[in-house]
């Protein structure tokens, strides 16, 4: 069923330099700061390892800039700490007199910049912009520039999860522009919706050489301007707007504007809205609020890699993607997570409507000096580069104490000292940028906030642990609460939010790749019950290189969730919608036939708006043979308020008389009939009537661990805790059903049964993980953890399967693949609660047939008959009463006269 990413062990032939006939990345890439004459230098260059500090005189490679090297896309091996780049380039003649900048959007870590053989200038860190004016080092005719960049590891520097795929020398555009002799550096823009205007503050390259005229137009063909006098380094003014437009999730408008300063102009543009802290409707509990409005966050954590390109994505177009893909599941936001993500990449954020969390990244080290200094130099300049992108609605300035850490009498600790300095960065982050949420510390594994706008708390907890948690946090989270603050600070009134969870963690060891839907779902019931969290974060939007649980796969293909085959229509987002309708953190229930359950409902509006709902509630589901069943609909008027959180009447469901997997399915729907909000849970019957309906016909049952016989060279073994049956490549399980009776008139067989491919667990030298998972380092398989079995994908594994009955072949079928996702509910609700996860989520396909007739008459002689179920290539797996999706043992159907 899968192709294992062996990312990062590519070959020799990955690396062989091809020309491209395109320049990648070809598009300017700051769109909110643009000049209109400027020169793309991305495309191939030449390249060397070489530590010294003399411009080579050749190169021994080729190199795709801004792709890092080491990355597949560079067509250059990770071979040394140290590299030179060499190009030439000519400047535009139009360009004139005007100045020529040379602009590097990020370079990891140490760069230094040549022109024409002459030393330019350096820069220190990995991501953010700098440039250089190079006016002064050019000449007639065709120039030359070298850069030395120096990545060697050093504790200090933000290195975050490079091990991932390292950010190795440049790994964003490279260009020039032509600005004037005074030029406009950056510009400021602060919305106040509230007064419907717009304060634009303009940061020159220095100062001026000469009294200007500061002139801003706005695409509406609004404009002002405002003398700047010699000497000034910053113009300020405001700008009323007429009939001002928000930017909002559903409007993501976005104000172009022009800024001239005499012979330099540049272009940008704006969102005009309003990040804050606004109580719920009717109650004190924080939310943030987007235009005054509180919002709801529903977002996924982003580490932002790319397979090929590390923390350079390929095209424009896989950027813009990376936003659709977030909100075609129904989210509306994203944490990049301890990387400072690509303007482009932002700016997509910004023309679609994506609400953004920034990170910044973290050291490995300890918080010495230089790591200050890093970190806030850092702060200082992402905050610079993306002021004015309306998306980015908070900062983070770490990540679960990550760096923070002092080694002290051999124990790190997080120090007083340490704390203090946290909360400096806190208010330093709030002085750059007054508009924006700022977060001290997401935090985690027992560590807590200092001084902070938002109270997140991260957990990663088995599907079954979510309602504790949720009460605990809720009840402990009230202003002067000590609860997830270190000592000495408390909560205020800040909105709290879970800003990581997801089962990836959540068992012994993590999970490697495993159904996540499951879980999610509990978890997404559980929260909507708790109205005091203000939003959530999953981890994570893709896979990376040792976390799988992403929405998508590290090559951004779909994973198959399963909810659409069990209720009809269902996606993902009808677990992101304003409404849902929740039974708590249980979403699988068992009893006994007559048996009745109930089954508690909440009803969570998280909207504006007010008014009538209808909710369809339907029940149905297979017994052990077989048979489709519908037991009852009910259609139930519901009122709902803004913001709201609300019980419903417990349902009371008796179960049917027959063994069966239930399915109790809500469909919430305006009253136009338009459906809002899909949602399901399941109920077995686990000791029930095991006769069909059809009074001629008998069901006849083996467990499955009771096999007569059983062959497989190369690999048996059992999975769901002995409910399932493992071969793999060929081989066979036999049973043994009594038969007899001269009234016969048709045999059957039915059974559960999946394809079996050898998973990195199932190898003699499977479970071993060696290394930092924060590093990178590990496995770079998603099936060898204990706890995995990979969720279905778009790569299926097939096997070949025979039954055959009494020596008799009765059908012959191919296996399409070894699913694995929420249909396997039986495979979910019977595992251990004990952080371990035994093939969870695996199922298979109801396999069946009718028994030739002489193999069942040969069989009456004997009372028994043999069924043989037997793959001759890809492995099989057969599944019990308690695994898979079907309550059905291998079985017979028999059909007497």
């Not at 908070?394 to 990550?402: D, L, Q, V």
């Not at 007569?708 to 049956?725: D, F, M, N, R, Y």
């Not at 093939?839 to 298979?844: F, I, N, R």
């Amino acid at each position: 069923m899968k192709k294992l990413l062996i990312l990062l062990l590519m070959g020799a032939n990955s690396f062989v330099f091809a020309q491209k006939t395109t320049q990648p990345l070809p598009e300017h890439p700051r769109p909110d700061l643009m000049r209109s004459q400027w020169l793309n230098l991305n495309g191939p260059w030449d390249f060397t390892f070489d530590s010294t500090f003399v411009i080579p005189s050749k190169f021994a490679h080729k190199i795709q800039v801004p792709f890092p090297w080491g990355s597949k896309l560079s067509g250059v091996k990770d071979e040394a700490d140290v590299a030179w780049y060499h190009r030439t380039f000519q400047v535009p003649a139009v360009w004139g007199s005007k100045r020529v900048f040379l602009n590097i959007g990020a370079s990891d870590w140490h760069t230094s910049v040549y022109v024409n053989g002459k030393f330019v200038g350096e820069h220190k860190g990995g991501y953010t912009p700098f440039d250089f004016d190079v006016t002064s080092f050019l000449k007639a005719g065709i120039q030359s520039v070298d850069i030395r960049v120096d990545d060697k590891r050093r504790m200090f520097t933000l290195y975050g999860k490079q091990g991932y795929g390292n950010a190795r020398g440049l790994w964003q555009t490279v260009y020039l522009d032509a600005r004037g002799s005074d030029y406009i550096d950056h510009y400021a823009v602060y919305p106040d919706i509230d007064k419907g205007s717009v304060r634009i503050k303009t940061y020159l390259g220095g100062v001026a050489s000469k009294d200007a005229v500061l002139q801003v137009r706005l695409a509406n063909g609004q404009s002002a301007s405002m003398p700047v006098k010699k000497g000034a380094a910053v113009a300020e003014l405001t700008l009323k707007l007429a009939k001002p437009r928000l930017w909002s999730l559903e409007d993501p408008y976005l104000y172009d504007l022009s800024l001239r300063l005499g012979d330099d102009q540049v272009k940008g543009y704006f969102g005009f809205r309003k990040i804050s802290v606004t109580p719920l409707p009717g109650s004190k509990i924080p939310y943030i609020a987007l235009n005054n409005k509180p919002v709801y966050l529903q977002l996924a954590l982003d580490q932002s890699y790319h397979a090929d390109g590390f923390y350079t994505f390929p095209s424009d177009a896989f950027m813009k993607d990376e936003i659709i893909r977030s909100k075609r599941i129904g989210l509306n936001g994203i944490r990049t997570h301890i990387k400072v993500d690509i303007p482009r990449k932002l700016y997509w954020a910004d023309k679609l409507g994506l609400l953004v969390m920034s990170d910044v990244p973290n050291s490995w080290g300890e918080p010495d000096a230089d790591m200050r200094q890093e970190t806030e130099y850092t702060l200082h300049e992402m905050l610079k580069r993306d002021f004015n992108h309306p998306a980015i609605f908070s900062w983070i300035t770490f990540n679960e104490t990550w760096g923070l850490f002092t080694r002290v009498d051999k124990k790190s600790v997080y120090t007083p000292e340490t704390q203090k300095w946290v909360a400096s960065v806190y208010r330093l982050a709030k002085s750059l940028d007054p508009t924006r949420l700022v977060e001290d510390n997401s935090i985690c594994c027992g560590r807590g906030h200092t001084e902070t706008d938002i109270h997140s708390w991260h957990a990663y907890q088995a599907g079954y642990e979510w309602d504790q948690v949720m009460d605990d946090q809720s009840k402990n989270v009230f202003p002067g609460s000590q609860w997830n603050f270190e000592k000495g600070y408390v909560q205020g009134a800040q909105p709290m939010i879970n800003s990581e969870f997801g089962n990836v963690w959540g068992y012994q060891g993590s999970t490697g790749d495993v159904d996540y839907t499951f879980d999610y779902h509990k978890a997404m019931n559980s929260f909507r019950n708790h109205p005091k969290m203000a939003g959530w974060l999953y981890t994570e939007h893709h896979d990376v290189i040792n976390e799988w649980n992403g929405y998508y796969k590290f090559d951004r293909t779909e994973k198959e969730t399963g909810l659409g085959a069990i209720v009809p229509g269902m996606t993902l987002k009808d677990l992101h919608g304003p409404f849902y309708v929740s039974t708590g953190q249980e979403i699988t229930w068992a009893g006994k036939a007559g048996q009745t359950i109930k089954i508690p409902l909440h009803l969570s509006s998280m909207t504006n708006l007010s008014g009538g709902l209808r909710l369809k509630i339907s029940f149905a589901g297979v017994t052990a043979w077989g048979e489709k069943q519908t037991h009852w609909t009910k259609d139930l008027p519901l009122k709902f308020a803004p913001w709201d959180v609300r019980a419903l009447d417990s349902l009371s469901v008796v179960l049917p008389k027959d063994k069966s997997v239930n399915t109790l399915s809500f469909i919430l729907m305006d009253p136009a009939g338009k459906v809002l909000h899909r949602n399901f849970g399941h109920i077995i019957v686990e000791e029930g009537n095991v006769k069909p309906s059809n009074p001629k016909m008998e069901l006849v049952s083996v467990p499955v661990e009771r096999y007569s016989a059983s062959q497989w060279p190369e690999k048996q073994w059992t999975g769901v805790l002995g409910q399932k049956v493992n071969g793999a490549g060929a081989g066979y399980f036999e049973y043994e059903f009594p038969i007899s009776g001269s009234d016969i008139t048709e045999v059957r067989f039915m059974v559960e049964a999946s394809s079996k491919p050898i998973l990195g667990k199932d190898r003699p030298d499977g479970g071993k993980m060696d290394g930092d998972y924060m590093l990178g380092k590990g496995t770079f398989d998603p099936s060898v953890n204990p706890n995995a079995y990979p969720q279905t994908d778009v790569y299926p594994s097939s096997s070949s399967m025979r039954v055959s009955a009494n020596g008799v072949v009765a059908l012959e079928t191919v296996l399409a693949d070894d699913p694995a996702d929420h249909q396997g509910v039986l495979s979910w609700h019977y595992q251990a609660r004990n952080k371990k996860l035994d093939e969870a989520g695996t199922y298979g396909y109801i396999v069946q047939g009718v028994i030739p007739p002489a193999a069942w008459q040969a069989a009456l002689k004997a009372g028994k008959l043999v069924l043989r179920f037997e793959s001759t290539r890809g492995g099989l797996a057969l599944y019990g009463d308690q695994a898979g999706r079907f309550v059905t043992d291998p079985s017979i159907l028999i059909l007497r006269k």
